[in-house]
């Protein structure tokens, strides 16, 4: 089974909804995810901002950084090497590694909203 590894740039979430504006590739992305966990696959997301020992403690996504810099995120592995470096999988190479087909890895995950009203 394969095991994927996507390595994001610094950012306080990884579905995109936060913010003033949606980044729809981060929308996307965060979807197929999901879809793949439900479905039981081997994909893992890491956030530079919460999870920045991951990237010390891969040598390739830090040799990565190290030679490009950290407009090189997102980094991809795919059973430890690195197949993309500064863009995500599309939806159909995601599809492609899992033996799945696209339509499938468009579930939302499910966002919590936390409002905090003092009066």
């Known amino acids: 089974m394969k095991k994927v590894e996507i390595f994001d740039p610094a950012m306080c979430c990884s579905t995109g909804v936060c913010g003033p504006t949606v980044d729809?590739?981060?929308?996307?992305?965060?979807?197929?995810?999901?879809?793949?966990?439900?479905k039981g696959f081997t994909i893992s997301r890491h956030n530079l901002t919460?999870?920045?020992?991951?990237?010390v403690e891969n040598?390739?996504?830090?040799?990565?950084?190290?030679e490009k810099g950290p407009d090189a995120l997102p980094v991809v592995l795919v059973n430890g090497e690195v197949v993309k470096v500064a863009e995500?999988?599309?939806?159909e190479e995601l599809?492609?590694?899992?033996?799945?087909?696209?339509a499938e890895?468009?579930?939302?995950?499910?966002v919590r909203v936390s409002l905090n009203i003092n009066n």
């Open 105 to 110: 890895l468009k579930e939302k995950p499910r």
């Open 50 to 55: 919460d999870d920045p020992g991951a990237f």
């Open 95 to 102: 599809a492609e590694w899992f033996d799945t087909l696209p």
């Open 88 to 91: 995500y999988p599309t939806t």
């Open 24 to 38: 729809p590739e981060l929308t996307r992305i965060a979807s197929a995810v999901y879809s793949l966990e439900k």
């Open 59 to 66: 040598k390739k996504v830090n040799q990565v950084l190290v």
